[in-house]
DNA sequence: TTGCAATTCAAACAGTTGTATGAAACTATC
DNA sequence: GATAGTTTCATACAACTGTTTGAATTGCAA
């Protein structure tokens, strides 16, 4: 067989073009210019431009929360399957935001393509994010083994803010830096976790008996 | 002058499909299908798709800033300049959560389309969007003045944060239903409102010593 | 080297998009 | 009721989209 160096330039150029972009306006003509191939060659390798990009979202996709259920696994381990919500909540926002933030050049062409594509809401990609659910799942089921005596439904909605604070914050960086000209530092991508992290735990652990929330101080000083 | 039934027509029609579905697949040619006016009509009206776009932007940005000031302006003036957080929060977050969630049938095509521009982020808007930051200035004017004792990077971020939850909670509704299996009902819309303003209050309060969270029954009940 | 399959390429295709045109229909004023 | 200005209409246009085609080229096995 012979290299897939046409390939793999396709799908790597793909990529940063979407998670620059967006997938609205990125064509193939793009893709294929900043790849350096000949344009037939999207369609020969991977059938449909809608297959090219559910195969870049697949690929991810697994990627992402395999790392992410690395973190939680190695907290529940370690705590004997009840990991300490923080640390639950750490590993559910933390791989995306410090992928996403931070200083220009270290930020990774995969996680803003994984931003974009929790964003935009392509055709392809709709159809398989159905899976994602079941991922989500298994951090809930982490949460409520962490926080028994917590209704599901509020572990569900914690959750949910979690999520909301980390995509929102990536999503809006730009608006948050100019509205506070420059107060919020979003290069600080740990103080940013923190931040989020210990805002979900409060709204998690608040109006209980062993509601702990963190100190702003201690967030600030977590990194 | 004529009737501007035909200006109004195209207006009505393309807030109805931008709202349903999004900016990206929606052409000239269905909107002026669901108009059931003539397709060069909306360049002799508008000039040009994009002018008709940025034109029912900003009138619905002006109509949701202007309520969302109102409720701000009356919890001001009645708390002699100082309204409590929980009621800014409450008049931010509020009525474009009223507009998007509840009950099929009564909610606000206005407000879907405003969430929609601010997902998708098209050129015409996003050339327009940067008046919303001196909105949101107000917001956190009146934040600052009710938590003095509050530094401004952490109101910025309590805003920042408010936002996230509220608007996250509309555009993923959809797959929080699914992942809590119908437990979190987001068809009761005051509910919702009360669990954002009760985290969000928390996340700008905490660890200071007037720091009264309200509990989570409090939030439940303040329906 | 010869032969064959895999890959690349330029070119063309069919479909859709927003926009422009010029004639027709309407509306109000005198 | 003729006229001038506005609005509607069918139609055409040019640009761009993803995809297909068939010939050229390449790489490797016999």
Redesign the pocket.
Known sequence: ??S????SAILAAAERLYADRGFS??????IVAEAN?????????F????ELIAELFVTRSIATNRERLRELKAAEEQGGGRAPIEVILRALVGPTLRGCLGPENQRSTAARFMIRASIESVPPIRRIKNREIDHLRKFAGAMRRSLPERSDVDVYWGLNFALAMAHHTIRESERLTKLSEGKCDLDDVEDVVARVVSVATMALTAGKAEAKAPSRALARDAR
Chains 1, 2 share one sequence.
């Not at 191939?37 to 390798?45: F, G, K, Q, S």
């Not at 059938?47 to 809608?50: C, E, L, N, T, Y």
């Open positions: 067989m012979a897939d160096h046409t390939r306006d990125v064509t193939l003509r793009d191939v000949n344009l037939a060659a999207v369609n020969y390798h059938g449909s431009k809608d």
